[in-house]
């Protein structure tokens, strides 16, 4: 699992306030080039805590279009901020043990399945806090930082990424020889009771939750009833 540079789009709530009006025309051209609902930005606006901070996300992770586009709205609205995305290598072998990243609350990037899940408080870090001195026009004047973002302690699993891979592939093939496409296998160190590999069939690409160009794919893994 890597992180990789991507793209956020973020509007500023309280300039947005400001001309009600005239914005409100400007996110449903918004919401066209992010290929979202108008609905979506609305609920994101209502949902700000200004106290936090004036810019939010309303868009994580975009295109290299979307970007582009969003650049050409308003700065004074609109911001096109570099962030990051989750890239997964080697990916459906370890897309059930590793699982994904998606949005959540907030529109913070949040674990849904898998490792991410189970060790997301742990894995994301401690968000540092900074506090912004308004004038009576909502102009910044001073800052303070708080709190330094402090980096997540490494996690280290007890999987063998070589042989989960192997694994994975041995028990795919031995699936297929039996003209089945779903089961479940392990492997644990007799000696230690440690993990070595795990793996589960039907599996998926877990970059369809990340990458914007796999939207038909992630819409297709969503509805699977399996």
Same mark, same amino acid.
């Given at each position: 699992v890597k992180n990789t540079t991507a793209s956020s789009v973020f509007i500023n709530v309280a300039e947005a306030l400001k001309v009600s009006e005239?914005?409100?025309?400007? #996110?449903?051209? %918004?919401?066209?080039?992010?290929?979202?609902?108008?609905?979506?930005?609305?609920?994101? #606006?209502?949902d700000a805590n200004l106290e936090h901070d004036v810019w939010i996300p309303v868009a994580r992770a975009v295109s290299p279009s979307q970007a582009i586009a969003a650049q050409g709205f308003d700065e004074r609205f609109v911001r096109v901020v570099a962030d990051y995305?989750?890239?997964? &290598?080697?990916? &459906?072998?370890f897309s059930h043990l590793i699982g994904y990243t998606g949005i959540g609350a907030g529109n913070a990037v949040v674990?849904?399945?898998?490792?991410?899940?189970?060790y997301d408080e742990l894995i994301r870090g401690q968000?540092? *806090?900074?506090?912004?001195?308004?004038?009576?026009?909502?102009?910044?004047?001073?800052?303070? #930082?708080?709190?330094?973002?402090?980096?997540? &302690? &490494?996690?280290?699993l007890t999987i063998d990424a070589e042989f989960q891979k192997y694994f994975s592939n041995r028990l795919r093939a031995g699936l297929a020889s039996l003209n089945r496409n779903s089961g479940v296998g392990l492997a644990i160190n007799p000696q230690t009771g440690e993990v070595l590999a795990l793996a589960s069939f039907?599996?998926?690409?877990?970059?369809?939750?990340?990458?914007?160009?796999?939207?038909?794919? *992630?819409?297709? %893994?969503?509805?699977?009833?399996g």
């Open positions: 005239e914005f409100s025309k400007g #996110i449903a051209q %918004l919401a066209g080039v992010l290929e979202t609902g108008p609905e979506t930005i609305e609920q994101a #606006i209502r995305r989750r890239e997964y &290598p080697d990916s &459906p072998a674990g849904k399945s898998g490792v991410e899940l189970a968000e540092g *806090r900074v506090v912004y001195y308004r004038d009576a026009l909502g102009e910044v004047f001073d800052t303070k #930082i708080v709190r330094e973002a402090q980096p997540a &302690p &490494p996690l280290a039907p599996a998926f690409d877990a970059n369809a939750f990340v990458d914007v160009k796999q939207g038909q794919e *992630r819409t297709r %893994l969503l509805r699977d009833p």
